[in-house]
């Protein structure tokens, strides 16, 4: 059965940084798109990130372009999101979601992978002073 755990998240000042994992047991991550999400309190679900399955393509959020990344390790059977220069904002659920592909439209894969997707339950991330 697939599963999906993230962990890394925590509490951190604006301008610190992050790391978050998604681990996978049941498969291999190489066999997915994966796609990073958040929800604050009271807010809709967010694309964050989506990294494809051959490990090249990967598309952000224009809210974390410049500030988040993706990466795949596929001998940790792992993908991550770097978060670096954290703003109050980007307070928030963090989770993971293996899907079949990413787009260049993030809301689409919120679509896709709500449909057809697999998800962890989520990490919190606290950023304040």
């Known amino acids: 059965q697939l599963r999906l755990v993230e962990s890394g998240g925590g509490s951190v000042q604006p301008g610190g940084s992050l790391t978050l994992s998604c681990a996978m047991s049941?498969?291999?991550?190489?066999?997915?798109?994966i796609g990073w999400f958040r929800q604050a309190p009271g807010k809709e679900l967010e694309g964050v990130s989506c990294?494809?399955?051959?490990?090249?393509?990967?598309n952000e959020a224009k809210s974390v372009k410049g500030r988040f990344s993706t990466s795949r390790d596929n001998v940790e059977n792992k993908v991550y999101l770097q978060m670096n220069s954290l703003k109050p904002e980007d307070t928030a659920v963090y989770s993971c979601a293996a899907g079949p592909a990413c787009s260049r439209d993030l809301g689409a894969v919120i679509q896709t992978f709500t449909l057809l997707g697999t998800w962890g339950q989520g990490t919190q991330v606290t950023v304040s002073s």
């Open positions: 049941g498969s291999t991550v190489d066999q997915y798109a």
């Open positions: 990294i494809a399955r051959n490990n090249i393509d990967t």
